[in-house]
């Protein structure tokens, strides 16, 4: 193929203007080569994975399974606390505030204000033997937490 059968002159229009070339079956080829091969790519990627995965023996696959099982029924058990300490919270902060005449909407508004200064990192550690594994889980969930309390 010679130059002069790549090269190729646009014609003018009546008015004078130039139309934009066709792109050639040549271009579209290659693209379609360049998308295919990046699939494969991915696809070559997905199997080394799993292979690796193959590859490992059973009770290596079994025992990290039995991991997350038991770092699953450990955050359970934290949620499980959590709910139960927020419902006694909010049952102790309703008494105290009914005895010194504060309505339950004040306190709720009061809730609200203070979950908005611990997502905007207030810095007030309130001390406890969770502490720190509260204020993680704080931060993986908030931008979820920061919708919530708009």
Avoid at 36 to 45: K, N, T
Avoid at 94 to 114: N, P
């Amino acid at each position: 193929m010679s130059l002069t059968d790549q090269l190729q002159i646009p014609r003018p229009n009546a008015d004078g203007s130039f139309a934009a070339p066709a792109p050639s079956a040549a271009d579209s080829a290659a693209d379609a080569l360049r998308d295919a091969q990046a699939q494969q790519a991915a696809l070559a990627e997905q199997l080394d994975a799993v292979n690796a995965l193959l590859a490992k023996p059973l009770n290596e696959i079994l025992a990290e399974r039995e991991r997350f099982k038991e770092a699953a029924a450990a955050w359970d058990a934290f949620g499980a606390m959590w709910v139960l300490s927020q419902r006694a919270m909010k049952r102790v902060a309703l008494d105290l505030a009914a005895q010194v005449g504060v309505s339950e909407d004040e306190v709720v508004a009061r809730a609200l204000v203070q979950a908005n200064a611990v997502l905007n990192g207030d810095g007030v550690d309130l001390g406890g033997l969770v502490a720190e594994a509260q204020l993680a889980h704080i931060d993986r969930h908030k931008p979820f937490l920061r919708k919530q309390f708009r």
